[in-house]
């Protein structure tokens, strides 16, 4: 009755969309003992230290005001330069850089500061939960366009086309992909960005997981063609410094664009956490040893967990980035809720069911192997069992 009486005052985005399917499992986990978690999206190591100094030094200094609405000055020069190195993009930290609480907040001004009502959004599924309800709260349309595991989960050209109609404004892209782990190659972005040009799209490039790439040098979306006056690159600290919880993002891209995204933040935001913006200036200036070490790190996970879900009969292309693998369970006869909710009640590990992502992530489960090789071997020695009881049952 509450919630009926409520409705009358909520908006209908607001009500339209569902909480992420992801958080049911872990409330659900989290009310169990000894459960192996591979649900999260988030590194098992702690922030390096010189990163968590630089913030105390920070306080130490008294710095515990608001900094510029669009970060820090020295942070962005240090992003401009970052970027420039490792991903050979250039933007100008004075006015084509907004630094932001997390990607996440990148993403919400991005959509925001693009999409007028009704507009639509191409979202490429498996994607990332939060996409398609950000689209939503920025009053546009998600358009839904699914990959397959036949084709590794890279977005095929012709399906843009497909979805593509005159209310089209934007497209949002995800490499390394979260969560398939797919990574697309130099030659997989040319194609899209033709379609792209053709069409005249906006790009919105999440790049949060470029760091963490085993397979390939890592390509950039707007070091592509022309691409870069169309696009709108997302990153931030999150996974390859291994800092969710200071929550720091950065959006890059055409200056009419980034200004507009700053107006937004400006108004929503102020700023960025002042200590957290210290602490990526360090992770930046001394963080890539850190960076190395815990890639090399899920590099050998990936290869332990993909071994192993193979040789127990669950078909998994090796994901080229990231730090989760999607492995099929069809040939269990179980939906990927029904073999995420079995898994976690009969060998209490918790994976996310693939259906969580969208359409085509059905038949699919979610594994991250951000977590210790030991916890590793346990649970892939557990989802092996429940797979041979459930055979001789
Ligand atoms: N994009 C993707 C693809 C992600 O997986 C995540 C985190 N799970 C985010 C963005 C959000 O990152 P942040 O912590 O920087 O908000």
Known sequence: ????????????????????????????????????????????FVTPWNVIEASYHSL???????????????????????????????????????????????IDIALRAVVNPGEEVIVVEPSFVSYAPTVTLAGGVPVQVQTYSENDFKLQPEHIEEAVTEKTKAILLCSPNNPTGTVLSKTDLQKIAEVVEKHDLLVISDEIYAELTYDEPYTSFPSVGKMKERTILISGFSKAFAMTGWRLGFACGPKDVLQ?????????????????????????????????????????????????????????????????????????????????EQLLMKEQVAVVPGSVFGESGEGHIR????????????????????IENRETA
């Open 60 to 106: 130490e200094q008294g710095y515990t005001a608001y900094t510029a609405n669009a970060g820090l000055l020295e942070l962005r020069k240090e992003i401009s330069r970052y970027m420039r190195r490792r991903f050979g993009v250039t933007y100008s930290a004075e006015n084509e850089m907004v630094v932001t609480v997390g990607a996440s907040q990148a």
């Open 260 to 340: 507009a995204m700053l107006k937004i933040h400006q108004y929503t935001m102020m700023c960025a956490p002042t200590m957290a913006q210290h602490a990526a200036l360090d992770a930046l200036v001394n963080g890539q040893k850190d960076v190395i070490r815990m890639k090399e790190s899920y590099r050998q996970r990936r290869s332990l967990v993909t071994h192993a879900l193979e040789e127990m009969g669950l078909s998994c292309h090796t994901p080229g980035g990231a730090f989760y693998v999607f492995p099929s369970i069809k040939n269990t006869g179980l939906s990927s809720e029904e073999f995420a």
């Open 1 to 44: 009755m509450i919630t009926e009486q409520r409705s009358k005052y909520l908006s209908d985005s607001v009500q339209s969309i569902q909480p992420s399917g992801i958080r049911r499992f872990f409330d659900l986990a989290s009310s169990m003992e000894n459960v192996i978690s591979l649900g999260v999206g988030e590194p098992d």
């Open 367 to 386: 594994c991250s192997y951000a977590t210790s090789i030991a916890k590793l071997e346990e649970a892939m020695k557990r989802i092996k069992r429940f």
